[in-house]
């Protein structure tokens, strides 16, 4: 009857579709889970869960009625919270579709007393993400916080001022010389009943006051002494399941109505259920508890959210209703404060006070005054607060104030750059006004400082710069009076080597690290030896040439171009003089870009190798001894060939290139052209003979065939298959396998081909593709295409 009711009730709202999810709930799920004992919402699967939260969001019911409808069949308030986990749970494990997840403004927040279950359409537009930069309402994301549900924890020791009312059930354990269990509901009339004794009235007790009340009657029931000392008898009252109670939320909250909270529940908690107050209309600041028609209590939420002050978030009670004023006045507060939002006010409150709202300024906050834009009769106006003001000025509503930041600019900063010991910025004070009282507080100048000339570069009136130079060696000597400075100036001393070009010398040759160094004076040759890792092995250290640039100007152009100094060292770097208009030797010193050349010996030289291998005796690498030495000379090196060498096949590679030359008359003629020099890497292979003929390219049947010395060229051609269409006849050629090439001869009509050797492949190139030419099925359509015209114009002619 109660579920007839609610239907009947709803029937002018509820679509089919909200029919169909009623039934679902009543029919589906509840059937599926009702023979079971554990919790209906447990022994639910993820599918059914998803499915329940896809249909739910299908509906269009309020969150009201579908707790109504379930709790009308059964299920309880841990159910509902059951259920909103595990929706929560599946949608971070399995991601549900987009078109199935909540509202974009409500994503990521929990949903502590529904099953979770939200449209758009059942919404404000107030509630929707706003994506302008307009401020927020300060407070209001308090409400959409998914870690701050303000849920009441139900595994706690019951509160012994907790009052007790209808639904509660009691626990009574009796132990000792007398043992008893008793649970215990209170009734609708607020009475408990303990088998064999009268009603017990509990209702509107303490649950400490209720105990004392229950032990006491179960003294008159035959538990003699129960509870006192020394009688051995002993009894513990307990709450095992606490009622719930209804909640009325009226006023600019999101979502006004009833709500069914646990009795523990707190302002807080319905507050978050009803999504809180309206941020667009509702006061955060006048939250009214209204029990029996009277206000017993006014919640500022500021209270909470600036100093976690809890004393007027009470415990609620039965059809309690709590009321959200709408707000008085709202102003903007934006700039440079902590907390730029939109706040509430109260009467009484001053700038100071909202200020406080924000955090206070900000770091780099103009504190000097605030920029007001505040709203008259016609139009609107700007007011600047002095810092002095804020503590007494009054806002109202529709204020919108601005906190400015501060210049990039500073109001007594000078400078130093370059060559002192501690450049930087530095402050225009008394005893700290003049170019030698700066330099002196930056420690002084360096020694590298170039001191004929240093610059100040001044800010004029007009904020456009200038620039004063001065002699800053008569300055520091007192010859010229000090220069006073002012704000802003930067004094620039330049470094003799920021006048100048980088010096450095250089070495190269036979040394073991060639490089270009950083001049350091009073270097010798024989320190940048050292310090280029002394000579390599093949150094010719008794010439050493040093390459100077000339310096001095003439009135003529000279023939030469650079001073040539030349030195003896042996390996201990000790130095004698060959040829130099330096003096002695000793005395000698570089000069910036000087560049030192070590020679190498004349007959020092690396070991250079060659390679042989194949058919040869003793196969392996060789060096070259001398400047003349040949392919011949390394194969007698070598032993000599083995009786199964193929000296036509042989293969000279340099550079790992295969270098076309036939040796079969090395033996023989070892003054031929063929015999050539070696050079450091080169490789000679000597097969033995090959039996085998390659034909590649365009012949029917490209294949390998065995040699036979009575085949010619177009013998094996037709072992092939002969030549294809597209076949170059007159450009085949042949491969030999020392690397030679021989091509077909032509003269007229007659081709010569070439000589086919053991070990040979045999090429034909393909013509060219022509795009140009007529394919036969192009030709026919052509010729049908042409004898049609021509039937057409003999007809014409006839006639």
């Given amino acids: 009857m109660f579920l007839k009711d609610k239907l009947s009730r709803f029937t002018h709202r509820i679509r089919p579709c909200h029919v169909v999810f009623l039934l679902f709930i009543l029919t589906g799920s509840y059937q599926a889970i009702a023979q079971r004992p554990r919790s209906r ?101 308090l409400f959409e916080n998914a870690k701050m549900s303000f849920e009441p924890n139900l595994r706690i020791a019951t509160p012994r001022n907790y009052v007790v009312g209808p639904d509660d059930e009691i626990k009574i354990d009796i132990s000792g010389a007398s043992t008893g269990d008793f649970n215990l509901k209170v009734s609708p009339e607020g009475t408990v009943k303990v088998p064999d004794l009268a009603p017990i009235f509990v209702s509107g007790l303490s649950i400490e006051q209720a105990e004392q009340r229950i032990i006491a009657r179960l003294r008159q029931g035959g538990y003699q002494g129960l509870g006192k000392a020394g009688s051995g008898t002993s009894a513990t009252v307990s709450l095992t399941n606490i009622r719930s109670i209804r909640v009325i939320l009226v006023g600019e909250v999101v979502r006004p109505g009833t709500y069914t909270i646990s009795s523990l529940g707190s302002v807080l908690n319905a507050l978050y259920l009803a999504g809180g107050p309206n941020p667009e209309t509702g006061s955060f600041r006048k939250i009214q508890v209204i029990r029996g028609n009277r206000v017993v209590r006014t919640l500022d939420l500021y209270d909470f959210i600036l100093r976690a002050d809890q004393r007027d978030n009470i415990p609620l009670r039965d059809q309690d209703v709590i009321r959200v004023a709408d707000y008085e006045a709202h102003i903007e507060l934006n700039g440079q404060v902590r907390r730029p939002a939109i706040f509430e006010v109260l009467p009484g409150e001053t700038l100071k006070t909202v200020l406080g709202f924000a955090g206070g300024f900000g770091d780099d906050a103009y504190r000097a005054s605030i920029t007001l834009r505040r709203n008259t009769a016609r139009e609107r106006r700007i007011i600047t607060i002095t810092e002095e003001q804020i503590a007494t000025f009054v806002p109202k509503a529709g204020d919108k104030y601005n906190v400015g930041k501060i210049l ?38 360096r020694k590298d400082a170039f001191t004929n000339r240093a610059t100040i570069v001044r800010e004029r009136t007009d904020m456009d710069q200038e620039n004063l130079s001065f002699d800053l060696g008569k300055l520091m000597r007192g010859e010229v009076a000090d220069i006073a400075l002012q704000s802003q100036d930067s004094l620039t001393i ?91 030797a000793t005395a000698f010193r570089l000069q910036p870009f000087d560049i030192v050349y070590v020679r190498t010996s004349i007959n020092y030289e690396a070991q250079r190798q060659a390679f042989v291998y194949g058919e040869v005796m003793q196969p392996g690498n060789y060096v070259i001894y001398n400047r003349q030495e040949r392919i011949g000379d390394v194969i007698q090196r070598a032993g000599g060939l083995k009786p199964e060498a193929y000296l036509a096949g042989a293969q000279f590679k340099r550079d790992g290139q295969l270098i076309g030359n036939d040796l079969r008359n090395l033996i023989a003629d070892p003054g031929g052209e063929e015999n050539l020099l070696l050079q450091n890497g080169d490789t000679l292979y000597i097969p033995r003979r090959s039996e085998i003929i390659t034909v590649q390219g365009a012949v029917l049947n490209p294949s390998s065939i065995s040699y036979k010395a009575s085949y010619t060229f177009d013998d094996y051609i037709s072992e092939a298959g002969g030549f294809t269409d597209n076949a170059r006849q007159r450009k085949a050629y ?11 001869h032509s003269f007229l009509f007659f081709a010569s081909r070439p000589h086919v050797e053991p070990g040979s492949t045999i090429v034909i190139p393909f013509k060219p593709i022509d795009s140009s030419r007529i394919s036969p099925a192009e030709r026919i359509g052509i010729l049908s295409l042409l004898a049609t015209v021509s039937i057409a114009l003999i007809n014409v002619i006839l006639r």
């Fill in 41 to 141: 919402v447990d022994q639910l699967s993820d599918e059914d869960v998803q499915n329940f939260y896809r249909k739910a969001q299908a509906s269009g019911l309020s969150e009201v009625q579908i707790e109504q409808a379930a709790m009308s069949q059964g299920y309880t308030l841990d159910d509902i919270a059951k259920m909103r986990k595990r929706i929560a749970q599946i949608r971070t494990l399995t991601s549900l579709p987009q078109n199935n997840l909540p509202p974009e403004s409500f994503k990521g927040r929990s949903f502590p007393s529904d099953l979770s279950m939200r449209r758009d359409s059942l919404y404000p537009d107030t509630m929707r993400r706003d994506t302008s930069r307009r401020l927020k309402v300060f407070g209001a994301s």
């Fill in 408 to 445: 990039e600019r500073y109001e007594n900063r000078i400078q130093v750059a370059g060559a002192v010991m501690r450049p930087g910025d530095y402050s225009l004070e008394p005893g700290l006004e003049t170019v030698k009282q700066l330099i002196t507080r930056a420690e002084g100048l």
């Fill in 494 to 584: 330049l470094s003799i080597r920021d006048l100048r070009e980088a010096y450095y010398v250089t070495i190269e040759g036979a040394v073991n690290k060639p490089d270009t160094v950083e001049f350091i004076a009073n270097m010798s040759v024989a320190d940048l030896i050292a310090r280029a890792g002394g000579f390599q092995e093949g150094a010719k250290p008794n010439l050493i040439e040093v390459a100077r640039r000339i310096r001095q100007d003439s009135a003529g152009v000279r023939t030469t171009t650079q001073e040539i100094h030349r030195f003896s060292l042996d390996r201990n770097l000790q130095m004698t003089p060959l040829e130099s208009n330096s003096g002695g």
């Fill in 734 to 744: 042949v491969n030999y396998p020392n690397g030679r090439k021989d091509r077909t």
